[in-house]
């Protein structure tokens, strides 16, 4: 088959004498076997291999400290969903002082990779297209591949997952596995304890976001994704499985994942000293 630049730039990388380290999106499991999917990195090549969901739990964190400090403020939308911050940006200008002044998990979770390991190239693997372009304008994500490209590039160079487990590398046990499914941001960040649940509105498939504002005026807390479903219904996704079914397969691997033991990384801050956060829009 005939690889597109992003998969010649991902096989460019793999193929070079640089450290490697891939980030997976947390939808991964909709399209990967998460029993044998970081064993199957690591023989692509990567040396490293980590999902974003620390980077989730960082972004939490800054959302309520944020929140806190701003209780006056009429209104807040999430902005891990670039196709959102876009589309608020584009049609609904006067909207964009409310979204939320943070980076998405994947930048989050780049920048704390870059800070623990300088050297190493990032790779992305992604469920959708749009976070392409939030990669490569962040400057520290080195490429970006879609589920849907990677499996083609594992097929066309034949590369067999091992039947040894390998693990993530990860700085937390993280609870954001469900990041991805429709409300999930708002459950894990424990908005409830902040919002009134009236005062709260998670959707997804948020194409008319006219409506949705107009349907949801004087409510607070606007947690919103672009597609289907969630992360799980991004047109990079290979599956065409329900969005039921996806998100099964999400709650499956977080009660899987629980069981897994941490090593020596887990919750140390030293891995985030010195990392700023921030975001404009």
Request: hydrophobic fraction near 35%; include cysteine.
């Amino acid at each position: 088959m005939e690889y597109n630049d992003d998969q010649k730039n991902v096989l460019k990388i793999l193929k070079s004498k640089d450290k490697k380290f891939l980030m997976a999106a947390p939808s991964f499991p909709i399209d990967f076997n998460y029993s044998t999917f970081v064993a199957l990195m690591k023989k692509l090549g990567f040396d490293n291999v980590s999902e974003l969901t620390f980077g989730a739990k960082i972004v939490n964190h800054e959302y309520r400290e944020y929140i806190n400090a701003h209780k006056d403020q009429e209104m807040f939308i999430t902005s891990p969903c670039p196709s959102i911050v876009n589309l608020v940006k584009n049609k609904f200008p006067e909207y964009v002082k409310y979204l939320m002044p943070f980076d998405s998990p994947m930048i989050a979770m780049a920048k704390i990779i870059k800070h623990n390991y300088p050297k190493y190239k990032i790779v992305f693997l992604s469920p959708c297209f749009a976070k392409k372009l939030e990669a490569k304008n962040s400057g520290i994500i080195d490429a970006t591949v879609t589920f849907k490209e990677m499996k083609e590039i594992i097929e066309n160079e034949k590369i067999k997952a091992p039947k040894k487990k390998d693990y993530f590398d990860k700085f937390y046990n993280e609870y954001t596995k469900i990041y991805p499914i429709d409300g999930g941001l708002a459950k894990t960040m424990n908005a409830k304890n902040i919002f009134k649940k009236s005062e709260m509105v998670s959707c997804s498939d948020c194409i008319k976001l006219e409506e949705i504002f107009e349907k949801n005026k004087g409510k607070k807390f606007f947690d919103l994704l672009f597609c289907k479903g969630g992360c799980i219904g991004g047109p990079g996704i290979l599956s065409k499985e329900s969005t039921n079914l996806k998100k099964k397969k999400i709650l499956d691997y977080k009660e899987y994942s629980e069981q897994e033991v941490m090593g020596k990384k887990r919750g140390l801050n030293k891995h985030l000293e010195g990392i700023d956060f921030s975001a404009k829009f």
